[in-house]
């Protein structure tokens, strides 16, 4: 009777060691689903259509990314004012949204891979002598609210800073006069001042991109999970050049 319970003892503790080797090599669990915040405000990157549907370089290749790493992807239209307080709160799971990687937002936030890299411009009326920011001085400026053209504008002693919740606000301030130039990044600064008919006669972009950022797919701090598996959609996307393609498609240099 002692050596069955003793036989007893070692075939459950063998049972024991077998699962928990098997639960500490299991991989991480992967996302089927997840949910993309973005402010579909910033064309060409992202933005609402004719048919209320958001689309945009930023919207497509994050759909390459899903595709390339294996998981769905829905995405929902969010005010850049909030949009980082709702990735916190867990309203979704990511936000693609042109956001630049700054040291600043890595304390807060964790990030995927940089996926393109974008400068900030100077747009003017085409009346306008002035080439730079500093050259505005005793004028005022727009830029979106938390950007980093918005930052940039606060570095120019002189030079006031107007803040707008929505980039197209800024434009329609500066075609009625009420402010000397807008700050944005280079695609959407492409998109107001020379495609939009409304202001490519009005408008014209000075100088050359003045900063070189890197934008990143933000994911709530301490998800690494999300990460690498958005990384491995990157680098696939990559390595398929399907960026390549995407630039291309959305005009982008």
């Known amino acids: 009777m002692q050596s069955i319970r003793i036989m007893a003892a070692v075939l459950a503790l063998t049972g024991f060691c077998f699962a928990s080797a098997a639960t500490a090599a299991a991989p991480a669990k992967q996302p089927k689903a997840i949910t993309v915040a973005t402010d579909a405000t910033w064309p060409p990157m992202e933005m609402v259509n004719s048919s209320k549907k958001i689309v945009g370089f930023d919207i497509d ?3 390459a990314v899903a595709k390339e790493a294996g998981f769905q992807v829905t995405f929902k239209n969010t005010a850049w004012d909030g949009i980082f307080a709702g990735v916190e709160a867990g309203q979704y799971d990511a936000i693609i949204s042109s ?4 040291d600043e937002r890595k304390a807060k936030y964790d ?34 609210i938390g950007t980093t053209g918005a930052m940039e504008v606060k570095k120019n002693a002189g030079v006031e800073l107007k803040s707008y919740d929505e980039v197209g606000l800024a434009f329609e301030d500066m075609a009625a006069g009420r402010i000397a130039g807008v700050v944005c990044d280079e695609p959407t600064a492409v998109t107001y001042a020379l495609q939009k008919k409304e202001y490519n006669t009005k408008f014209k972009i000075v100088g050359k991109p003045f900063t070189r950022e890197a934008y990143g797919i933000v994911v ?9 598996q958005i990384n491995k959609g990157i680098a696939a996307v990559k390595k398929k050049k399907i960026d390549e393609q995407l630039r291309k498609k959305w005009q982008l240099k």
């Open 61 to 63: 290749f994050m759909t």
């Open 99 to 102: 956001v630049t990687v700054t």
């Open 111 to 144: 990030f995927s891979s940089p996926y393109i890299n974008i400068g900030q411009v100077l747009v003017v009326p085409k009346t306008e002598k002035g080439s730079r920011i500093a050259d505005l001085k005793g004028k005022r400026i727009g830029a979106q």
């Open 220 to 228: 709530k701090k301490g998800n690494k999970d999300l990460v690498a």
